[in-house]
């Protein structure tokens, strides 16, 4: 990997250091497909903690750590009790993850502080960056962990007692580690930034160098049954059938002409299909399969919502069919905070960058966050949009790109002079 680094348009960050740092970082669990593997409150994840911790204590930051495990490093204001503006990230992996998924948003905010410092900067309110515990859900499966229960949205106890494969708890790793501090969950930000790689194809595709993120699509799962009746696949004539298989065609037709009439962020995935009997020869009994939609706008998912159910009901009906829907998981939208998008996008407009506002596709720390604090995101583009994959991809040029951005966010919001 070359460390070739251009000048960027601001030249605010040192992009060589912001580069050597992501690669040191990722020689903590290197995998050798050329990934990296610290799945959460592991010895690696461990490791890379206090690698990021060495290097933020030497740039003069404090660290604190609060009872979920999520660490704090701080860089003081001129006003030390101001709510700080907080960046960051995680830097816990997926087991065969890629080396910039989390880590890019935990070591982008500490080149912005290493930048201040550069500078001389004493911004008016604290700069913090945030490292939150178990992003991904892999090992202990609930993504999002610590930013949940550092948010309230979920509870400290029923998270330590999470297993993994080996029954080994969070709680368990969390008191072996030592990661349990005391900083108070929700404790005051001013706003929050999170810089992220995009982990999917739209920046790239559109030649755009970084991505405004307003938030974070909404998303429904439902399970749907359609039950018929088993009949011989050739005596049976075919207008007396009760065929879901039939009901099936329809529906998914259907539902993909939802997605179409709310493009471009609307997504609607069928999946998991199972058929009761499983035979060739056999009109089936029933139908189940699972279905995914999605879209930033809650009227709009509603509203899709509506569609999908009456198509459903409709489809079935026509072949003499029973329908059932299940909702097995609803997640609302998120909009960021106005004040803190237009942050974002005035400091991508000074360094002249191209930019467009986007949509987040994967849920991130932020989304959370974001229910305490003024939040926004910022994405860069990512090789073919590859993620969670030991080739995921970024050049350096694109990495300090996405900081510079950051930077100047960060020093308007934290008020720098
Ligand atoms: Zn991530």
Request: charged share 20%.
């Amino acid at each position: 990997m070359s460390s070739a680094v251009t000048q960027t348009v601001t030249n605010q960050i040192d992009a060589e250091r912001l580069w050597s740092r992501l690669m040191d970082m990722a020689k903590v669990g290197a995998t050798a497909a050329g990934g990296s593997n610290r799945q959460a409150l592991s010895d690696d994840d461990a490791d890379g903690r206090a690698l990021f911790v060495e290097w933020a204590t030497a740039a003069g930051c404090t660290i604190a750590t609060d009872a979920v495990g999520n660490l704090f490093a701080r860089r003081p204001g001129k006003d030390p009790d101001a709510a700080p503006l907080m960046m960051g990230s995680h830097l816990d992996t997926q087991p065969t993850g890629g080396r910039f998924d989390g880590v890019y948003g935990v070591l982008g905010g500490l080149e912005v502080i290493e930048s201040l410092n550069d500078h001389g900067i004493e911004t008016e309110v604290p700069v913090e960056v945030a490292v939150w515990t178990n992003e991904e859900g892999s090992r202990f499966a609930r993504s999002m962990m610590g930013s949940g229960v550092w948010a309230g949205v979920m509870d400290l106890d029923e998270v330590r007692s999470i297993t993994d494969v080996n029954g080994l708890t969070v709680g368990d790793e969390l008191d072996r580690l030592d990661w349990a501090g005391d900083v108070p969950f929700a404790h005051p930000v001013s706003n929050y930034i999170e810089l992220h790689i995009e982990q999917g194809p739209i920046l790239e595709n559109a030649g755009t160098e970084v991505g405004i993120v307003t938030g974070v699509q909404g998303l429904r799962w439902y399970t749907i049954n359609l039950e018929g009746f088993p009949a011989h696949a050739g005596p049976t004539p075919m207008d007396l059938r009760k065929d879901p298989a039939r009901a099936l065609h329809e529906i998914l037709a259907g539902v993909y002409a939802i997605a179409d009439d709310h493009a471009p962020w609307a997504r609607a995935t069928a999946a998991m299909f199972r058929s009761d009997p499983v035979s060739p020869n056999t009109v089936p009994q029933s139908i189940t399969f699972s279905l995914d939609l999605r879209h930033p706008d809650k009227a709009v998912l509603d509203e899709m919502d509506a569609r999908m159910r009456a198509l459903v009901a409709e489809a079935a009906g026509r072949h003499g069919c029973e329908s059932s829907i299940g909702v097995d998981n609803d997640s609302p939208p998120i909009n960021f905070a106005e004040a803190c998008v237009s942050a974002v996008e005035r400091s991508a407009r000074s360094t002249n960058y191209s930019h467009e506002r986007i949509v987040s596709g994967a849920g991130h720390d932020a989304c959370y966050v974001a229910a305490v604090a003024p939040t926004s995101m910022i994405f860069i583009p990512c090789e073919d949009g590859l993620s969670h994959n030991e080739a995921e991809s970024i050049e350096p040029d694109q990495a300090a790109r996405g900081v510079e951005v950051l930077y100047g966010a960060a020093l308007e919001l934290a008020g720098g002079s």
